[in-house]
């Protein structure tokens, strides 16, 4: 106590910033020096010194099964973790990316989906298996790459449980973690993918990973496009994941599409600046939402009506002992049929 109290008054002397407290982000590329597809290529150039800044800034790049640990407590939360995620299997994924990777001796994961492998343009089962016998970890992305949220629940357990035993008989061992195709999640492929055994499954929302991340919808942070500078790679590792404890209304599909109220209560509210909470909804932009500090909630009263499929609600709050903006992101979908779906869920998750 009385030596943290002294190590606190000599950081206010000597002016040095409280250390931020330790999170991991998950960065989320796509395909590389792909010109053609300016919004989710990465040059191999900007991504070699992306790379080479991890290395030089004391950054801990860990592997899939890392941040396992990490998130099971078997492990504690690197300062500066990071782990190295690629979608979808594009041959300029391992001609371009992978050599980088070895060269800087990082481990990553590739998201694959079964379909894919082999096509034209696609990785091949025999580079995903050197890629395996050289630290890489080959994770699963469904079959085929469908919306999964428009699916009945037959079809998605073929895209979840099918692609994973295609990928297990291909490797020749088990494979734990899994991406949703184009981020997008409700309750009920939450639920299908649990049931097929995924560990961890990743989403796009942006963010980071903290104690209290929830396994199923992991935030990854998007390094995409042309447009991709230095400074947004750093202020997206730099960004804490913000702690929501009640979320209004709750991840995943909406009762309809009229919200009466965005809110949600924030855990920890003191440690934010009371007037830097920002919320945004991404079909409307940011909201005009309130922050009470007596009970740490912050909430828009609407009604707001929302016409696409899938909205996300992200809310940010700036950190009073680094300036930094912390950030929570989630998916709402609005209600749908699906043909031949034999099954309801009700709220509480139970078929
Ligand atoms: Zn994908």
Same mark, same amino acid.
């Given at each position: 106590?009385?030596?943290?109290?002294?190590?606190?008054?000599?950081?206010?002397?000597? %002016?040095?910033?409280?250390?931020?407290?330790?999170?991991?982000?998950?960065?989320?590329?796509?395909?590389?020096?792909?010109?053609?597809?300016?919004?989710?290529?990465?040059?191999?150039?900007?991504?070699?010194?992306?790379?080479?800044?991890?290395?030089? #800034?004391?950054?801990?790049?860990?592997?899939?099964?890392?941040?396992?640990?990490?998130?099971? %407590?078997?492990?504690?939360?690197?300062?500066?973790?990071?782990?190295?995620?690629?979608?979808?299997?594009?041959? @300029?994924?391992?001609?371009?990316?992978?050599?980088?990777?070895?060269?800087?001796?990082?481990?990553?994961?590739?998201?694959?989906?079964?379909?894919?492998?082999?096509?034209? %343009?696609?990785?091949?089962?025999?580079?995903?298996?050197?890629?395996?016998?050289?630290?890489?970890?080959?994770?699963?992305?469904?079959?085929?790459?469908?919306?999964?949220?428009?699916?009945?629940?037959?079809?998605?357990?073929?895209?979840? +449980?099918?692609?994973?035993?295609?990928?297990?008989?291909?490797?020749?061992?088990?494979?734990?973690?899994?991406?949703?195709?184009?981020?997008?999640?409700?309750?009920?492929? &939450?639920?299908?993918?649990?049931?097929?055994?995924?560990?961890?499954?990743?989403?796009?929302?942006? %963010? @980071?990973?903290?104690?209290?991340?929830?396994?199923? &919808?992991?935030?990854?942070?998007?390094?995409?496009?042309?447009?991709?500078?230095?400074?947004?790679?750093?202020?997206?590792?730099?960004?804490?994941?913000?702690?929501?404890?009640?979320?209004?209304?709750?991840?995943?599909?909406?009762?309809?599409?009229?919200?009466?109220?965005?809110?949600?209560?924030?855990?920890?509210?003191?440690?934010?600046?009371?007037?830097?909470?920002?919320?945004?909804?991404?079909?409307?932009?940011?909201?005009?939402?309130?922050?009470? &500090?007596? #009970?740490?909630?912050?909430?828009?009263?609407?009604?707001?009506? +929302?016409?696409?499929?899938?909205?996300?609600?992200? +809310?940010?709050?700036?950190?009073?002992?680094?300036?930094?903006?912390?950030?929570?992101?989630?998916?709402?979908?609005?209600?749908?049929?699906?043909?031949?779906?034999?099954?309801?869920?009700?709220?509480?998750?139970?078929?």
């Amino acid at each position: 106590m009385g030596v943290l109290f002294l190590a606190g008054i000599a950081c206010l002397i000597l %002016g040095l910033a409280a250390p931020a407290s330790a999170h991991i982000t998950v960065l989320l590329y796509h395909r590389f020096d792909e010109d053609r597809y300016p919004t989710t290529t990465t040059s191999s150039a900007q991504f070699e010194q992306q790379l080479s800044y991890l290395k030089l #800034n004391g950054y801990t790049v860990m592997s899939m099964d890392q941040l396992a640990e990490s998130l099971g %407590g078997r492990r504690s939360i690197p300062e500066k973790g990071v782990v190295i995620t690629i979608d979808d299997g594009f041959i @300029s994924e391992y001609d371009r990316a992978v050599p980088l990777l070895k060269k800087y001796g990082c481990p990553f994961t590739l998201f694959v989906f079964t379909r894919g492998v082999g096509a034209e %343009g696609y990785v091949t089962w025999q580079q995903l298996r050197e890629l395996e016998s050289r630290g890489a970890t080959v994770g699963c992305h469904t079959d085929t790459h469908p919306r999964l949220i428009n699916m009945a629940v037959k079809d998605m357990a073929r895209e979840t +449980v099918g692609s994973k035993q295609i990928l297990e008989k291909n490797l020749g061992h088990p494979v734990h973690y899994f991406a949703y195709p184009f981020g997008q999640y409700d309750e009920r492929v &939450r639920l299908v993918a649990k049931k097929a055994g995924f560990r961890l499954m990743m989403s796009s929302d942006p %963010g @980071s990973v903290g104690p209290g991340t929830e396994v199923d &919808r992991i935030p990854r942070q998007a390094i995409v496009g042309a447009e991709m500078s230095m400074k947004d790679f750093i202020r997206k590792l730099e960004t804490p994941p913000l702690a929501v404890t009640r979320r209004t209304p709750p991840c995943g599909t909406l009762p309809s599409s009229t919200i009466h109220e965005v809110s949600v209560t924030i855990k920890e509210p003191g440690l934010y600046d009371p007037s830097q909470f920002s919320m945004f909804l991404s079909e409307k932009g940011r909201l005009d939402a309130r922050f009470d &500090r007596m #009970n740490g909630v912050l909430s828009f009263k609407g009604p707001v009506h +929302v016409t696409r499929k899938t909205n996300r609600i992200i +809310v940010s709050a700036r950190r009073k002992s680094d300036g930094l903006f912390a950030l929570d992101a989630y998916l709402i979908v609005l209600p749908g049929t699906w043909e031949g779906m034999k099954y309801t869920m009700r709220r509480d998750g139970r078929w």
